[in-house]
């Protein structure tokens, strides 16, 4: 009979046996008299070779995308053919496309059985962004300047106003004072884009003005009341004021408002029929119209104070 005796001290009966541990084994036979005979066999472990690949990668044309690929060109070390793995699935030819950014785990088994792994990274491109600001309010009349901030240098530049208009190829877009968004798409050589909007506002009531209180007492300080404006209103069509039972008590027609920092010489002084009234909270109302051709309504409380 034959005992193997393992280097763990195991022992198998059997002539033959099979393993993949190192150390010394035993090898016991016996006779049918009893006697007995022993060998010692080492048995050496082999180290796996190690398995280089050469790999070469495509990288994503944008942010994002899924178009990039790694190739594995040659292998050095193992005995081939070789079976090759990226994170898990099999490579047809040696090449994986149109896959995104990222990191893949490479395993490789030799014709023996040998396996090696290395992990390969395919970095993400940076990604293309634009930028106009915040929306905008603007007064009506003054020119407005839109300019983008990117982190490339644009191959292509397009802009598209609310009203359907284009423009290309600009970094900086100066426009008339017009609500409506404008958009400007931005796009590299490779044809990586980003995309960016604007509101433009226009605060029309803003640049005109009718003070809340007046003192027509003849010091020269605040004695009449008129519309005051900046250069972008052209016309005040008409001025009322009414009392608090709603009575006209004074109106003035198309004139220039008033656009100095100068009293006004022109306005009313506080008096109905040419009798001065007593202080009281009357009511404005004002027909305006803007350079642009825009005609807006105004009104508000007045107090007349002594």
């Known amino acids: 009979s034959f005992t193997w005796v393992f280097p763990s001290g195991n022992e198998i009966h059997g002539a033959n046996i099979s393993t993949d541990v190192a150390g010394a084994y035993t090898l016991i036979a016996t006779a049918p008299n009893g006697c007995e005979v022993t ?4 048995v050496t472990a082999i180290p796996d070779p190690e398995i280089t690949p050469t790999v070469s990668l495509q990288m ?26 990226a994170n898990g699935e099999p490579l047809t030819g040696n090449i994986m496309e149109n896959i995104p950014a990222g990191n893949y785990l490479l395993v490789l088994t030799d014709a023996n059985g040998c396996t090696d792994e290395t992990t390969v990274e395919i970095p993400e491109p940076e990604e293309v962004t634009v930028s106009l600001g915040e929306d905008l309010h603007v007064s009506p009349g003054n020119p407005v300047v839109l300019e983008i901030q990117t982190n490339i240098s644009p191959a292509t530049i397009e802009w598209t106003g609310p009203a359907g208009q284009m423009w290309s190829g600009i970094s900086s877009l100066t426009v008339p004072a017009s609500e409506g968004i404008y958009t400007v798409v931005v796009e590299d050589a490779n044809g990586c884009s980003a995309t960016a909007s604007l509101q433009l506002f226009v605060d029309t009531k803003q640049t005109v003005f009718v003070p809340n209180a007046f003192s027509p007492n003849g010091d020269g300080v605040n004695d009449l009341l008129t519309v005051f404006a900046g250069e972008e209103v052209s016309l005040v069509r008409s001025f009322s004021i009414f ?29 109905l029929n040419g009798k ?6 009357f009511v404005f109302m004002a027909e305006v119209e803007f350079q642009n051709g825009e005609v807006i309504m105004i009104s508000g409380d007045v107090t007349l104070v002594k």
């Open 39 to 42: 060998q010692t066999t080492e």
């Open 60 to 85: 994503p044309s944008c942010a994002g995308s899924s178009d990039a690929s790694l190739f594995v060109e040659m292998i050095a070390g193992g005995t081939a053919p070789y079976v090759i793995t």
């Open 243 to 271: 009392d608090r039972w709603g009575n006209l008590i004074y109106k003035r027609k198309n004139f220039a408002p008033h656009t100095s920092t100068d009293p006004p010489v022109k306005g009313w002084d506080g008096t």
């Open 276 to 281: 001065a009234l007593d202080p009281a909270v």
